[in-house]
């Protein structure tokens, strides 16, 4: 059983910058690829960026390339995302999940670990 803690959340200005972390429990966490999702109100949750176990692949959503940097420390077993040039679109719940694999999935339904969510709102 994985658990996963977000933080890192908060209100930010426009063109400002946030750090999400994410840390996971248990000893397979290197094993795992992780994922950040975000869901804004009305919306379905949707793949912001996701990272293989290694931390050798990256992938992003189109929305934030350029911008939002997905990052790894497996010796403290916790994920992290760079936010930069938050724009308001951007705020929403982030959360954090993992799965067992090599593949970064864009589906939520291909992650069985979930993190409660970190909020993030960025003023205009």
């Known amino acids: 059983q994985v658990q996963l803690v977000e933080s890192g959340g908060g209100l930010v200005q426009a063109g400002g910058s946030l750090r999400l972390s994410c840390a996971a429990s248990?000893?397979?966490?290197?094993?795992?690829?992780m994922a950040w999702f975000r869901q804004a109100p009305g919306k379905e949750r949707g793949f912001v960026a996701g990272?293989?176990?290694?931390?050798?692949?990256?992938s992003y959503a189109d929305s934030v390339k350029g911008r939002f940097t997905i990052s790894r420390d497996n010796a403290k077993n916790t994920g992290y995302l760079q936010m930069n040039s938050l724009k308001p679109e951007d705020t929403a719940v982030y959360y954090c999940?993992?799965?067992?694999?090599?593949?970064?999935?864009?589906?939520?339904?291909?992650?069985?670990?979930w993190g409660q969510g970190t909020q993030v709102t960025v003023s205009s």
């Open positions: 248990g000893p397979t966490f290197s094993s795992y690829t």
């Open positions: 990272i293989s176990p290694s931390g050798g692949g990256t």
């Open positions: 999940a993992t799965r067992q694999g090599v593949a970064v999935m864009r589906s939520p339904t291909a992650y069985n670990y």
